[in-house]
C-alpha cells in the first residue's frame, strides 16, 4: 500500500536538530520541513562522510520509487546507540527527514525507526547511551 | 697474613665498596629538559587520557552558545568576508572541505567528534576523529623551521607551563579557510596567519583549549574563542577511523553541492 507522505507542521525543533558534520551548507535541503517515508530498506551504507539509506516505497503498477537519504557520520550514529546488526536489508523502516528542497526523492535523516522496532535519532551523542 | 692486618685490608676494601670511592663525577649540570622528554618523564604529565568530546564552542558557536564572539577585522578582512558571504549564502558555494579536503587549522579543531591526546617522548600528539586527522605537537624544544613547506595542519610547537600545553602554530597553506561566522566556507587567511592555544584540564575529566587566532592582515587584534571538552573513557565513544570515501554530494567546477541519486537497480 501506497504510504501518504506526511508533513509535519511545527517541527522547528526538530529542525534545528541536523546531523553533525557541518561540512556543507544545508542549502539543498528544506530545514523547515519535515517528512515521513516508509517503504523497504534496500541499501545501508555505514560511510563517511555521510551514511546513505535507500529506501524504496511501493507505487503505481509495482514499480517502487527510491529514495536517498544522507545521515551523519557512522561513528556519530553508533555513539548514539545505533547497533550495526539492527540495521537489516529488506526490513520496513520509517524515516523523517528534512526533504530536498527540488521536491526529488532524497533528504536528510531526523530518525529511522524499523518497523516494529524503537525509534533510532540521528545527531551527536549526548553521552547517555 | 696477621689477622689484624687481614681485619685492616679487608676493612678499608669494605669501606671502599660502600661507597668511599673515589673522584664521584660531579652532578650533572641541571639541564632545561623539557617535561615529558622521556617515558618515564610523560608519567609525570597529567592524565590526558581517553575520548575528548566538545561541548561549547567550536561548531556550536552557532546558535549564541557562549565562549566566542567574532573576531575584529581589518578593512581587508571586513571585504574578504564579504566575498565570502556572498559566495556561501547567495550563490551557495561550499568550502573543498565539501570534497574531502581537510579544513586545517584552526578550523579542524572545531568538529563536533571526538578527539584523542596521546603522549610519546618530545610529542603530544592529537587524533581528530573528523577526516581520520593528525596534528604532531613538539615538545622536545625545537624551535620553528622555515624550511619546511607549509601544511594543511601547519607546523605545531608546544612547550608545558605547569599543567598547561601551550602552542604556537604556523606555515598553514594558503587554501584552508577560517570560519568566523555560520558562513561555512570561510574567509581566506593571509601567510601571516598564526595560531596559538593553551590546553588544560579544568577538572578531572573537562578540558579547555584557549585559541588565540592571529592574521594582522585581516583582523584588527588577535582572536580569541575558547572550546570546552568532556572526558569520555568507554570503548563505545573512543574516536574512529574516518575515511571520506562515498560523497555523494561533491562540488561541481564553481563550487556548488551536487545529490547524487544512487540509480535504481531493476
Request: one cysteine or more; aromatic letters at 8%.
Amino acid at each position: 500500500m501506497f504510504k501518504r507522505i506526511g508533513i509535519i507542521a511545527g517541527a522547528a525543533t526538530l529542525a534545528l536538530a541536523g546531523p553533525a558534520g557541518a561540512h556543507h551548507t544545508f542549502a539543498m535541503f528544506d530545514l523547515k520541513k519535515v517528512v515521513t517515508v516508509t517503504g523497504t530498506l534496500k541499501d545501508f551504507q555505514w560511510t563517511n562522510p555521510h551514511i546513505w539509506v535507500e529506501i524504496v516505497v511501493p507505487g503505481k503498477g509495482g514499480k517502487g520509487a527510491q529514495w536517498a537519504i544522507e545521515g551523519s557520520s557512522p561513528s556519530v550514529l553508533i555513539r548514539k546507540g545505533w547497533k550495526h546488526g539492527e540495521i537489516k536489508l529488506g526490513q520496513q523502516v520509517t524515516v523523517t527527514i528534512h526533504p530536498l528542497k527540488t521536491g526529488q526523492k532524497g533528504g536528510s535523516l531526523l530518525t529511522l525507526t524499523p518497523a516494529g522496532g524503537k525509534s533510532m535519532e540521528d545527531g551527536v551523542s549526548d553521552g547517555k547511551v | 697474613m696477621k689477622p689484624i692486618r687481614l681485619a685492616l685490608v679487608l676493612g678499608t676494601c669494605c669501606l671502599a665498596l660502600l661507597g668511599c670511592s673515589p673522584a664521584k663525577e660531579a652532578p650533572a649540570k641541571a639541564q632545561n629538559v623539557p617535561p615529558g622528554s622521556s617515558w618515564r618523564a610523560i608519567e609525570q604529565l597529567p592524565d590526558w587520557g581517553g575520548a575528548w568530546h566538545l561541548t561549547t564552542g567550536g561548531q556550536f558557536k552557532r546558535g549564541g552558545v557562549a565562549g566566542w564572539s567574532p573576531p575584529e577585522m581589518t578593512p581587508e578582512g571586513v571585504a574578504r568576508l564579504k566575498t565570502a558571504d556572498e559566495a556561501y549564502f547567495k550563490r551557495g558555494i561550499n568550502p573543498p572541505l565539501q570534497n574531502c579536503l581537510p579544513d586545517g587549522m584552526p578550523h579542524i579543531m572545531d568538529y563536533a567528534f571526538p578527539m584523542e591526546l596521546y603522549f610519546v617522548p618530545g610529542k603530544v600528539v592529537i587524533y581528530i576523529e573528523a577526516y581520520g586527522q593528525v596534528r604532531w605537537i613538539f615538545t622536545d624544544g625545537r624551535q620553528q623551521n622555515s624550511d619546511l613547506p607549509p601544511t594543511y595542519n601547519g607546523h605545531s610547537i608546544g612547550h608545558w607551563e605547569g599543567d598547561t600545553l601551550v602552542v604556537d602554530t604556523v606555515g598553514m597553506i594558503p587554501q584552508t579557510q577560517l570560519v568566523v561566522s555560520d558562513n561555512f566556507l570561510g574567509m581566506r587567511h593571509s601567510d601571516q596567519l598564526t595560531v596559538h592555544e593553551r590546553i588544560r584540564l579544568t577538572g578531572p575529566d573537562t578540558l579547555e583549549i584557549k585559541t588565540t587566532v592571529s592574521d594582522p592582515v585581516i583582523f584588527a587584534k588577535p582572536w580569541p574563542t575558547v572550546k570546552t571538552y568532556r572526558r569520555d573513557r568507554r570503548p563505545l565513544m573512543q574516536a574512529n577511523e574516518y575515511v571520506c570515501s562515498n560523497n555523494r554530494e561533491p562540488l561541481d567546477a564553481q563550487g556548488r553541492q551536487s545529490f547524487q541519486f544512487n540509480p535504481p537497480k531493476d
